[in-house]
Every structure is written in C-alpha cells, then in structure tokens.
C-alpha cells in the first residue's frame, strides 16, 4: 500500500463532508457560512462528533443533543468521498490530472447525492461545471470535441424530456448531461450514457423483480449518470473502441 493512500481517504471523506452540508444547506437556502447544526433541533454540533464516518456510528446515529435520527446519506457520502479519492489517486498518476478528476469526481458525488436526497438538481452549479469543462478543454486544445459532448448529453436527455413532456426525468438532468458531456467530450459522453441506461436498466428489473417500485414513484437518476461518467472516465477508451468496432466504425 502507498502511504499517501490513508492521507487521500481521509481528505476525500472531509470532501464528503463538506458535500453533505452543501446538499443541505444549497435545498434549505441556508448560508454556506456558519457552524454546523443539528437539522432537528437546531443546536451546533460539537466538533469531536464531526468525524466523517466514525462519528454517526459513535453517536448511533443519532443527534446527541435532541436523539434524532441521522439520515444515512451522511456518513454514505463521505464513505463514498474517500473512495472517489482513491480512484482518482490510483487512475491518474500525475498531480494536474489527479486533482481536475478528483474534482470532477467530487462534483458527481454531490449531484447524485443532491439528487437521491430530494429529487431534484440544482442547476447554478451544473452550468458553472460545463463552463469550467468547456474552458479545460480549450486549454487542452479539445474544445470541438467537449462541446459536441455538451450538446450530446443534453440533446440525447432532453429528446427524452420533450417526448415524456418531463414524466421520464426533469430539466436538471438536462444540465447535468451538459456538464458531464463539457468535461467528457463526445465520446466520452456516449459511453458514460451507455453505461448509465446499462446500470439502470438492471436496477429497475431488480426492483420491479423484488416490488419495491410503486406506480408515480420518482426515481433519481444523478446518481445513474455519476456511475456512467466515472465508468466512463475509468474505461471510456476500451468501451467505446470495442463498441467502435462492433458497429465497423474503427
């Protein structure tokens, strides 16, 4: 194990933590700024139970001033922060390309989380990340291709809400597939949709197998198109010259 693997884990799951009270405070309309409190009963937490992780299974899970509960997403996220971390320590060696991708994943993170927390996305954020896609790009001399991938994310998702007349996803969703498509480019954009509707094809026959999904049920698709844009960024090259040559394209 390399020792800088710990340091990065644990940097990551402070990330996380950082995320979760921007998923809450972004929906609430709170201030970023301030101390963190207790969503129940309002009181500031102590900072010797704001380890990310560790705490929420000292505390049970539960608010130490009032025994509310906790909602799980809480230490999830910052779990999941760390791992995101790691996957971007271990993908790319070199520092610029660690910390854009550590970023870029971090960025996923919060959506999906924002998105499977209250079914919805906040779109200030997702426009200011194709942004910044489209200026790295340009600096790396790869702006036609990140464009392209823009409008393919958002074309492609946007077909779909035009045709459901928003039944299928919402407008959010729209400028997430922007943002990611900015950062991916289009081929990279294609596999990322690939895997997403990959991944979600086999959890939805998972939970209508096991009657789990009710008739109306909103479902959050962030996270969906998360998996397939880190999928995508991990295995984009191998997937799409395989699907390349599948269709005699290559």
Not at 120 to 137: F, H, N, S, V
Request: glycine fraction near 14%; charged fraction near 10%.
């Amino acid at each position: 194990m390399q020792p800088a693997l710990p340091f990065v884990f644990l940097f990551g799951t402070i990330i996380g933590s950082l995320l979760n009270a921007l998923v809450y405070r972004l929906r609430q309309g709170i201030t970023l700024w301030g101390r963190s409190q207790c969503p129940s009963c309002k009181e500031n937490i102590h900072p010797a139970h704001l380890v990310p992780v560790l705490s929420y299974f000292f505390l049970g899970g539960k608010c130490a001033s009032c025994g509310k509960r906790i909602h799980f997403s809480y230490p999830l996220v910052e779990f999941l922060g760390g791992i995101v971390w790691l996957i971007a320590f271990w993908h790319q060696p070199e520092m610029v390309g660690f910390v854009l991708e550590a970023f870029f994943f971090t960025y996923l993170l919060f959506v999906a989380a924002f998105d499977a927390r209250w079914k919805l996305l906040p779109i200030e954020p997702m426009a200011g990340m194709a942004l910044i896609g489209l200026i790295i790009q340009f600096f790396d001399g790869d702006l036609v291709s990140s464009a392209l991938g823009l409008v393919l994310g958002a074309g492609f998702l946007g077909l779909q809400y035009l045709v459901s007349r928003g039944k299928w996803m919402g407008l959010g969703d729209l400028w997430l597939g922007a943002s990611i498509g900015a950062w991916l480019g289009w081929q990279g954009t294609a596999v990322a949709l690939y895997l997403c509707y990959l991944g979600g094809g086999l959890v939805a026959v998972l939970v209508l197998g096991l009657g789990h999904w009710k008739k109306g049920q909103r479902v959050a698709f962030a996270p969906f198109l998360a998996l397939g844009a880190i999928g995508s960024v991990l295995f984009g090259s191998v997937i799409y010259a395989w699907f390349a040559g599948a269709v005699g394209l290559a």
